[in-house]
């Protein structure tokens, strides 16, 4: 019964990643581990008041250990579901000896169990997998609910930042971003490191994105304010 469950969304998992990803349990978290810290990771994880911001699908962690070494004093929560990967990316972040962030083996479809409402200063969600297939369309992770999660865990004028080599996947995000009124969209560019060259989300290239731009496929990005009355 058990394999039939979902295993991203099922605890008890059979993946030999998830009980190896355990040595590495001072900084990551597997799937419900992360939700003990829901509304206090600030207090209780990092044990200081740094800005908090999230990094859904890590993979190989490029971004991630970029930024982290560039903002010591950022919190950073990175996340994705895949086990392996996952492995790979903790083996990585172990050796980092500055430890401003935690790792997060969860589903990005949960980002509202893992952190309460405004805990967040910004969430970061680069090169998504596209489910470029009609009939695989619904498995895009950006959907009216995964909005609505996202706007309640920012804070008021909190940041979420997109980026995209997918102009199927860019428009499906502008259309429902115009339908949902959770964000203002500060940028949104089809071409951003052309049009918008100083911009945040044209000064790094994530892994997946240098594989892109070695075709010449021009990066989609979007800067989003959340749109929420303040405390
Ligand atoms: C195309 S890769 C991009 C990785 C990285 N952001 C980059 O730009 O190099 C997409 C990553 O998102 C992860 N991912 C996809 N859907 C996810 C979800 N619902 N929750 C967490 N991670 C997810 C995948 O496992 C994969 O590692």
């Known amino acids: 019964m058990e394999q039939l469950i979902d295993q991203n969304t099922y605890f008890s998992h059979h993946n030999p990643y998830h009980e190896k990803l355990k040595s590495f349990d001072d900084f990551v978290l597997r799937d419900e581990e992360g939700e003990a810290f829901r509304g206090n990771w600030s207090k209780n994880a990092f044990k200081n008041q740094g800005p908090l911001v999230l990094e859904i699908g890590s993979g190989y962690g490029h971004f991630m250990m970029d930024f982290c070494s560039h903002y010591p004093e950022i919190n950073f929560v990175g996340m994705d579901y895949k086990f392996k990967r996952s492995f790979q990316l903790a083996q990585k972040l172990e050796k980092l000896e500055r430890k401003n962030f935690f ?35 619904k498995k895009r992770l950006f959907q009216k609910n995964f909005l609505k999660q996202v706007h309640s865990v920012l804070k008021p004028q909190g940041k979420f930042f997109i980026k995209t080599d997918h102009s199927d996947y860019a428009e499906w995000m ?12 500060e940028t949104v560019s089809f071409d951003i490191r052309q049009e918008h060259p100083e911009h945040f989300l044209s000064s790094f290239q994530t892994k997946f994105e240098k594989i892109f731009l070695k075709k010449d496929i021009p990066i989609k990005g979007f800067e989003l304010t959340c749109l929420k009355e303040g405390p």
């Open 103 to 137: 790792f997060l083996r969860a589903n990005g479809a949960r980002v509202d169990r893992l952190f309460s409402e405004s805990e967040l200063d910004q969430v970061f969600y680069f090169f998504p997998d596209p489910w470029p297939k009609n009939k695989h369309k």
């Open 174 to 185: 502008k259309a429902l971003l115009l339908e949902c009124p959770f964000f203002q969209i």
